[in-house]
């Protein structure tokens, strides 16, 4: 499997605070993504990375931001939550064959 | 058309018997393919890449069929574990943000 973990894994949290997401790779893959699964929606990009310091915006990248530091960090920011932010949070990681390897996912509740 | 097309289903397959389930696509410069599982509340994982000539692994074929835009994905022998979300991928440029599609999947209940 691929070296990919995400945390934290589940967070509860209230509406108005912020909230980050680390996804962290051992595999020096060039290209990371954070996505969004909700029901009836299936998996959405949020934003994705082509480098260190190379990000951009995905479709549903509104309320969001990233960061990547390092090659092996990618984080997902929530400047301030809300309840539609609620949703499973993948990240993976690529390198130019295009085939994905996901994180296990963070679980977010926004009450 | 939708960028990237699957019958939600689910399709309920007695174990043992044979299934097969297609992705449209509606961009015809599309350049490859992929087919992923997802178990419940679980992460996809890549199942196989389709290629033009078709690919086999043990009892998991998939095909591209090009002039109708879709690919294909058969499973033989269907097992109890089977049962998963079974998600198309469809890369018109490689990891270019717009250009990996994902379906929204379909759902293979495996009955004993």
């Known amino acids: 499997d691929a070296g990919i973990t995400q945390s934290p894994r589940h967070k509860v949290t209230e509406t108005g605070t912020p909230v980050t997401l680390r996804c962290h790779q051992t595999e020096n893959h060039r290209y990371m993504y954070w996505y969004r699964q909700d029901p009836g929606h299936g998996l959405r990009l949020i934003h994705y990375s082509y480098g260190v310091k190379d990000t951009d915006k995905g479709e549903v990248s509104d309320g969001y931001s990233v960061s990547r530091s390092k090659t092996e960090d990618f984080l997902l920011t929530l400047e301030s939550a809300t309840s539609s932010q609620t949703s499973v949070y993948f990240c993976?990681?690529?390198?130019?064959?295009?085939?994905?390897?996901f994180g296990e996912g963070s679980r977010l509740t926004v009450l | 058309r939708k960028e990237v097309e699957q019958d939600p289903g689910p399709f309920n397959v007695p174990e043992g018997a044979t299934v097969a389930f297609n992705c449209t696509y509606s961009n015809s410069a599309s350049q490859s393919f992929f087919w992923y599982r997802q178990d419940c509340r679980k992460e996809p994982k890549l199942l196989m890449s389709?290629?033009?000539s078709g690919n086999e692994d043990g009892r998991f074929t998939a095909q591209l069929n090009r002039a109708s835009q879709y690919i294909s994905l058969l499973i033989r022998d269907s097992k109890l574990s089977d049962s998963a979300t079974y998600l198309c991928v469809v890369i018109g440029a490689l990891n270019r943000d717009d250009k990996i599609i994902f379906g929204k999947g379909t759902r293979l209940h495996i009955l004993p």
């Open positions: 993976a990681i690529s390198e130019d064959t295009g085939e994905l390897f």
């Open positions: 389709v290629y033009s």
